[in-house]
């Protein structure tokens, strides 16, 4: 899980919606569906675990939200 250090943000005046990010989350709280559509981000299915934040080369996806902790049994 992750912790309030882990939390993201994620920028939709910075996001192009390249879906770099849905395509490498383990976890799919970042979606684009159908694929190369608009890019939506679930605060509740975030581990924190910030491979969002490696694969956007625009900084549309940063730390520092209020973490949610995920739903259990999803």
Do not use: M
């Not at 799919?28 to 969002?52: Q, Y």
Request: proline share 8%; charged share 10%.
């Amino acid at each position: 899980g992750g912790s309030p250090e882990s939390a993201l943000i994620h920028d939709l005046e910075s996001c192009v919606h390249c879906g770099a990010c849905a395509g490498l989350c383990p976890v799919g709280a970042f979606r684009s569906d159908p694929p190369g559509w608009l890019v939506t981000f679930e605060p509740g299915l975030c581990i924190g675990c910030g491979i969002c934040i490696q694969a956007c080369s625009y900084g549309a996806v940063r730390r520092g939200g209020a973490f949610v902790a995920p739903e259990a049994g999803l």
